[in-house]
Structures are given as structure tokens and as C-alpha cells.
């Protein structure tokens, strides 16, 4: 395993790189590490030379803001260009991971070598959750059972050290900037997989029910005019790059076998 360390911003990053096959990157999704993704990074290192790293504030890279949806697609782009270029990677991206990716893509004179988005990138006119249910979500993560999950992970593989005012203000600039996303997929000519939960609120009541049809109906709006869209779906959760590795790798490497 070859590794390096971008430091940019107060931040140092560690990027590893193994396997074999074609050039590629991996991004996690806000609150997501390495470490919760093993047996995918496995899988996909027996077909792709494959870059990981986690965000500043996540797992093994340091804690220290700013945590801005702006900082973190700069600290992405630095370790793009690190690894080559986004235009020769495949890229790969999970939840804001994802986002991330469609930004660095749209800016590309030509399509990357591939471009993979795993429940994220998703062009929404509007959060998809109530001012009271925003609420909620700011109580919740600012509770103590959140609080000493933090603690018990800090300094571990684990760590999210940003705390819950710092996501919740992260969520919300992502809801955003993917009321323009729209316009970020047409910039990009090549084709681009994305492969959805089908349970994104989970699968308890109407509500949830409500939230999950609405997600994919962002999808298929998007997708129906745009013929290099390919979509695919889980039956599972947002987290599903973590509970459902096996499907997720298949779809990936189908896509890059198109």
C-alpha cells in the first residue's frame, strides 16, 4: 500500500492507495470514515487501483476546521490533483462525497474515466425536511447520547469530531447547492452511474415513506431527460455503502465495464 498526506488549510489528510486496475478515488459522505467501509474498499481494490482518505474532522485525518462544504471541496480537489488529476481517476462518491465529486466533474474540459455516485449529487428544489423536523434532527445531534458517542471515538479510526452544529450547518449548505445540480450534470458529456437507496428515511411510517418517494423522484426527474444517467437502486438505507457492500461493488463494477 503506497500512501501520502495533503496538508492544506490547518488540515492533514492521509490518502492511501492499493489494488490493481484503473486510477480511482473514493469520497466519503459527511460523517463517514474508512473504517466503517472495509469490505467494500476490498472488493473494489481487486478491480481498481483505488485512493481513500477521510475528511478533516473524520477518522484518521485531523481535527480542525473550517467545516464547510466549500473548505472540504477544496481539501477533495487538493487530493485529486495529488493522485493525478480528476480527469484521469474513475470517481467514486458517497452522500456528500458524491456532491463533491459532480462538482469536480462538471469543471472538466471532458468526462473523468468514470463517474459513480452513491446516494448523493441528488438535485432537490427544497430540503426535504419541515423546520420542525430540522429541529428535531439539531436536538438530536447536539443530545448526549450523540455527545458521548463523540467522545468514546475520538482519537479512534472512528472519530467525527465535528459537533452537531457543525453538520447541521454542513447539511444544510449541501441542501443548497444541490438546488443547482441540475445544472452540474449537464455540463458533463460521459456517463454517470448512480446508485440510490431505496430506503434513504428509513422504512417506519408514512413519513419515512413520504421522504423515500421524494428522493426518488429527484432521481428519476433528473434521469429522465438525460440519457448518459444510468440509475440504479438498494434496498436499504443511506448507509448502504457500509450494509450492503456486495451490491454496491457489483453495480460499481458493472458500470465500469459499460
Known amino acids: 500500500m503506497e500512501s501520502l498526506t495533503i496538508r492544506r488549510d490547518g488540515a492533514t489528510i492521509p490518502v492511501a492507495v492499493s489494488g490493481d486496475g484503473p486510477a480511482a478515488v473514493f469520497v466519503p459522505g459527511l460523517g463517514g470514515t474508512q473504517s466503517q467501509l472495509g469490505p467494500l474498499f476490498e472488493g473494489l ?20 476546521g473550517p467545516y464547510g462544504y466549500r473548505t472540504f471541496g477544496a481539501d477533495t480537489a487538493a487530493v485529486l490533483e495529488a493522485l493525478g488529476g480528476p480527469g484521469s481517476l474513475v470517481l467514486i462518491g458517497h452522500s456528500m462525497g458524491a ?10 474540459p471532458a468526462p473523468p474515466r468514470g463517474l459513480i455516485l452513491i446516494d448523493g449529487g441528488t438535485p432537490l428544489s427544497a430540503s426535504l425536511l419541515t423546520p420542525e423536523e430540522l429541529d428535531g434532527m439539531r436536538e438530536s445531534m447536539n443530545g448526549a447520547e450523540a455527545l458521548a458517542l463523540q467522545r468514546s471515538q475520538a482519537g479512534t479510526p472512528h472519530q467525527v469530531a465535528l459537533t452537531g452544529d457543525d453538520i447541521f450547518r454542513l447539511q444544510d449548505e449541501i441542501d443548497q447547492h444541490r438546488r443547482t445540480a441540475a445544472e452540474r450534470f449537464d455540463r458533463i458529456s460521459g456517463p454517470i452511474t448512480m446508485i440510490m437507496s431505496e430506503y434513504m428515511a428509513g422504512r417506519d411510517g408514512t413519513r419515512a415513506a413520504e421522504l423515500n418517494q421524494a428522493w426518488r423522484d429527484a432521481v428519476d426527474t433528473l434521469a429522465a431527460t438525460r440519457p448518459t444517467i444510468t440509475v440504479h437502486r438498494v434496498p436499504a438505507g443511506h448507509d448502504l455503502v457500509a450494509t450492503h457492500p456486495d451490491q454496491v461493488l457489483e453495480l460499481v463494477i458493472a458500470a465500469l465495464g459499460q
Open 45 to 64: 481494490r481487486r478491480h481498481l487501483r483505488l485512493a481513500t482518505f477521510d475528511h478533516r474532522g473524520h477518522g484518521l485525518s485531523s481535527v480542525g
Open 99 to 108: 456532491d463533491l465529486l459532480l462538482d469536480q466533474a462538471a469543471a472538466l
